[in-house]
């Protein structure tokens, strides 16, 4: 079945840097534009958009409030999708979440906490 399962979330002082993976089985991973998401404590019904890659891994954005600090790609060999998050600030805390999107389907990972402490 389709699965989403992230992880390399943690605890870590501002300034700190960690990198989240996202593995993906259950579908073909390289047809998917990837996003990562994240969803802040008390935001029970918003999640903001982080970072987005397309299908080949050769273009990228983020969003303003990360930009120079994180960075997303991409291992299709590998049905992996990473978020290098860098400079790290207790604003950052939240549940990071990435998603899989190819036309009208779209697959949600179940998250990983990140926390950062000033």
């Known amino acids: 079945q389709v699965q989403l399962v992230e992880s390399g979330g943690g605890s870590v002082h501002s300034g700190g840097s960690l990198t989240l993976s996202c593995a993906a089985s259950g579908f073909t991973f390289s047809n998917y534009l990837m996003r990562w998401y994240r969803q802040a404590p008390g935001k029970e019904r918003e999640r903001d958009l982080v970072a987005t890659i397309n299908t080949d891994g050769d273009s990228t954005n983020v969003a303003d409030s990360v930009k120079g600090r994180f960075t997303i790609s991409r291992d299709n060999a590998k049905n992996t999708v990473y978020l290098q998050m860098n400079s790290l600030k207790p604003e950052d805390t939240a549940v990071y979440y990435c998603?899989?999107?190819?036309?009208?389907?779209?697959?949600w990972g179940k998250g990983t906490l990140v926390t950062v402490s000033s």
């Open positions: 998603r899989a999107v190819y036309q009208s389907l779209h697959y």
